[in-house]
């Protein structure tokens, strides 16, 4: 889900340490990670083959349990609104007063957020992008659907944030991170909230993957420092 090209290093790094312990449990292990279209995730976790993917618990509420298994959850503490297998959105503006993160696990004030202001989502099935932004403010799902524009991804949010096609978006903590190190557009963006806490993006494997795999893949995934699969809140 964080497969932008200038990160693909690290997330090659990534996978040789989750590789590593499974060299004697699954044979022909590929050495990096496939990167694939945003457009073409949904076949992508539907492949009775998959190994190893990460996916939002949006699309896994509303169909995606059917074909993946959780295996467990990353640590986001680094990122700023992460905490441990817990993360937030940033919801980012042009315009307004910036906002830390709040001390508590609920959202900062997002009152007369959305007057006046176009939101883009990446997704209709976002957690991060569309769904935890309704919760937090009460609102509808579909009613906020109808009322935004779907973008595509969380990086084109941004830019379309920048570049005011779109006023508002909400980003989840970790793709904000990237788009400090990666995206120039951001530097016009300011967070101007935060949603509530949220369980993140769960590494996942098909429902067919053999139960000693998945057992060899939560072992080595809690190795390097990932939680529990917890189900979505």
Not at 80 to 95: L, P, V
Request: hydrophobic share 35%.
């Amino acid at each position: 889900m964080y497969d932008w090209p200038e990160a693909k290093a690290d997330n090659d790094s990534f996978w040789l340490s989750v590789r590593e312990p499974l060299t004697n449990v699954i044979d022909d292990l590929p050495s990096g990670l496939e990167q694939i279209a945003g457009q073409l995730l949904e076949a992508h976790w539907q492949k009775p083959n998959l190994l190893f993917s990460q996916s939002c618990w949006g699309p896994l509420k509303v169909g995606g349990l059917d074909y993946l298994e959780p295996l467990a959850q990353p640590c986001y503490s680094k990122y700023q609104g992460g905490n441990g297998s817990m993360y937030r959105s940033a919801i980012i503006a042009r315009d307004g007063i910036t906002v830390d993160v709040p001390t508590h696990r609920g959202p900062t004030d997002l009152d007369g957020l959305l007057e006046n202001r176009r939101l883009g989502y990446n997704h209709p099935t976002s957690l991060s992008g569309i769904v935890s932004l309704a919760d937090d403010l009460q609102e509808e799902l579909k009613n906020l659907q109808d009322y935004g524009v779907i973008t595509g991804s969380h990086r084109q949010s941004i830019k379309m944030v920048a570049e005011g096609a779109i006023d508002l978006a909400a980003i989840d903590c970790r793709s904000w991170a990237m788009a400090q190190n990666y995206e120039p557009s951001c530097k016009s963006c300011k967070v101007i909230g935060w949603t509530s806490e949220r369980v993140g993006l769960p590494y996942v494997t098909s429902r067919h993957t053999e139960p000693q795999v998945k057992a060899a893949l939560r072992d080595a995934l809690f190795a390097i420092g990932c939680y529990e699969e917890l189900p979505l809140s």
